[in-house]
């Protein structure tokens, strides 16, 4: 009996014994593999253009700032003179990249201690000091804008029935820090601003912010300061990776600004707000 074409395509075999199907997808295989390899050589000989795709730019609009007050320019000083004497004229400010020895001048006026010396010693001090207040006004920190030295002791945290708890020891690593604000010439600060007024202005300026606004960014700041809650327990908190974080969600949403200022403990931000009222009532009543 013959066999059927299927069962001799199956069982039909070339020299070897290798199945004639296998041996037409090899070569199918193979001729797949010419054809690319020729495609590439030909491609790898022309100019390769790269091919430009259009990407829609995504605006990501930053959250609103809080309002704030606006600071009154500070009134002009009535001075009694002779009749037909000379007007006496405020001196000139320098430009704003030479601004930095009357910066220097209006620091060590403050009263500025060691622990903020560093500050005094950077360059282009009013631009700098410009784009702090604006982090600060959005609640933010820009340590590699703020010269100050870390404190020295570590972070610690402590247990207590089985909770984690922020180390109220931990407090006096920033009683540096809040000596050095707490002593602060406010009045001084408050001339300061006033005198350097339009340079602070042409600063914030050049980071494309409205001059105009720059007085509203520093009463923001103060703001800030002041909404951060006093807290005179232990504070909970979370671990996260090797990161602390708040227990409680409404600490861990507050501002990075005030986060940082509730590790300096109720005492330590008491000094820093009175500070910042001091000067508040100094810029909106000149």
Request: charged residues 25%.
């Amino acid at each position: 009996m013959k066999a059927a074409r299927e069962d001799r395509l199956e069982s039909s075999k070339v020299s070897g014994g290798f199945p004639v199907r296998h041996a037409l997808l090899v070569l199918a295989i193979i001729a797949v593999g010419v054809v690319l390899w020729q495609t590439m050589r030909e491609q790898s000989a022309e100019e390769v253009v790269p091919v430009t795709v259009a990407v829609e730019a995504v605006a990501i609009q930053p959250p609103p700032l809080p309002p704030a007050e606006d600071i009154p320019p500070r009134p002009e000083p009535i001075a009694e003179q002779a009749p037909g004497a000379a007007v006496e004229q405020a001196p000139a400010l320098p430009s704003l990249a030479d601004s930095d020895a009357m910066a220097r001048e209006q620091l060590s006026a403050a009263g500025v201690g060691p622990e903020l010396d560093r500050l005094e010693q950077q360059q282009n001090l009013v631009a700098q000091g410009a784009a702090l207040v604006d982090s600060f006004s959005r609640g933010l920190v820009l340590r590699k804008l703020l010269p100050i030295d870390p404190p020295k002791q570590a972070f610690s945290a402590l247990e207590e029935d089985g909770k984690m708890l922020m180390d109220p020891a931990g407090y006096a690593r920033y009683d540096g820090y809040a000596e050095a604000i707490a002593t602060l010439n406010t009045g001084a600060l408050v001339n300061n601003f006033h005198t350097m007024r339009p340079l602070y202005e042409e600063a914030y300026g050049q980071l494309g912010l409205n001059p105009e606004d720059f007085d509203n960014a520093v009463i923001r700041v103060l703001d800030r300061i002041l909404a951060t809650p006093e807290i005179e327990e232990p504070i909970a908190l979370t671990r996260k990776s090797v990161m602390y974080q708040y227990a409680d969600p409404q600490l861990e949403q507050l501002a990075p600004i005030q986060k940082q200022l509730l590790r300096m403990g109720p005492a330590n931000i008491r000094r820093i707000k009175e500070q910042a009222r001091k000067l508040r009532a100094g810029l909106l009543n000149p």
